[in-house]
């Protein structure tokens, strides 16, 4: 049997089949470790159940979620993506999200060689991601929206095993920042590197510190 990739998948159901295999958290690429710096915030009470949603929101609008989604964009259109792969690594401003994105990035590459037996070179995640859907018969937008509804998914998981947060209501959170992400996608897809931009320096500075937290759960 064939597996459907991004060179087989060729009509827009099996694109979108692919798609939520790539995303999903069976998928192994480590993303359940990570919460870019929202442990520390959670633990210092900066982040509780009732701010959670305004932390999302800013971390889509100004944060990892934008800056992400324009290098998936870029990614999916781009011939160099060794080129943007060093741009994406120069945008991490702390040492816990250059190894988030790397290592994820890393395991994508790898499964990715594993299913098509194409190689794959090492990459920062959202460049892994949108070279590996470069050739998907999808609307861009679409697939930048899939990549920041996982990415979000995966926040409120961290939220949910670390606050007084239950699924249904992590759930709600999730569908309540969906039109915010159609939003950002649709601007991301025609983004160029000089919307390449954040100020979620909470965030930053959340990162920085989790470095240094004596016990904690995640690995940044």
Same mark, same amino acid.
């Given at each position: 049997?064939?597996?459907?990739?991004?060179t087989? =998948?060729?009509?827009?159901?099996?694109?979108?089949?692919l798609?939520?295999?790539? *995303?999903?958290?069976?998928?192994?690429?480590?993303g359940?470790? @990570?919460?870019?710096?929202?442990? +520390?915030?959670?633990? #210092?009470?900066i982040?509780?159940?009732?701010?959670?949603?305004? +932390?999302l929101?800013? @971390?889509?609008?100004?944060?990892?979620? +934008?800056?992400?989604?324009?290098?998936?964009?870029?990614?999916?259109?781009?011939?160099?993506?060794? #080129?943007?792969?060093d741009?994406?690594?120069?945008?991490? *401003?702390?040492?816990?999200?250059?190894?988030?994105?790397?290592?994820?990035?890393?395991?994508?590459? &790898?499964?990715?060689? =594993?299913? $098509?037996?194409?190689?794959?070179?090492?990459?920062?995640?959202?460049?892994?991601?949108?070279?590996?859907? =470069?050739?998907?018969?999808?609307?861009?937008?679409?697939?930048?929206?899939?990549?920041?509804?996982?990415?979000?998914?995966?926040?409120?998981?961290?939220?949910?095993?670390?606050?007084?947060?239950?699924?249904?209501?992590?759930?709600?959170?999730l569908?309540?920042?969906?039109?915010?992400?159609?939003?950002?996608?649709? /601007?991301?897809?025609?983004? $160029?590197? &000089?919307?390449? #931009?954040?100020?979620? @320096?909470?965030?930053?500075?959340?990162?920085? /510190?989790?470095?240094?937290?004596?016990?904690?759960i995640?690995?940044?």
């Open positions: 049997m064939t597996i459907p990739t991004a087989t =998948a060729t009509t827009p159901e099996a694109a979108r089949l798609l939520a295999q790539l *995303l999903s958290p069976a998928f192994p690429v480590g359940f470790a @990570w919460s870019q710096g929202l442990e +520390w915030a959670m633990d #210092a009470g982040v509780a159940r009732a701010t959670l949603p305004r +932390w929101a800013d @971390w889509l609008d100004h944060g990892a979620g +934008w800056t992400d989604a324009v290098l998936v964009a870029l990614s999916l259109r781009s011939a160099d993506h060794a #080129a943007l792969d741009l994406t690594r120069a945008a991490c *401003l702390t040492l816990q999200r250059l190894a988030e994105t790397v290592e994820q990035g890393t395991a994508f590459a &790898a499964n990715i060689a =594993a299913l $098509t037996g194409q190689p794959q070179p090492a990459a920062t995640l959202p460049v892994a991601f949108g070279r590996a859907c =470069a050739g998907m018969p999808l609307p861009h937008p679409e697939l930048i929206a899939a990549f920041l509804q996982a990415q979000a998914a995966a926040l409120i998981s961290a939220a949910v095993r670390f606050l007084p947060l239950g699924p249904v209501e992590g759930q709600r959170m569908t309540a920042l969906q039109p915010a992400i159609l939003s950002a996608a649709a /601007r991301a897809a025609l983004a $160029t590197e &000089a919307d390449l #931009a954040g100020a979620a @320096w909470g965030a930053d500075i959340a990162a920085m /510190r989790h470095e240094t937290m004596t016990v904690r995640f690995r940044s």
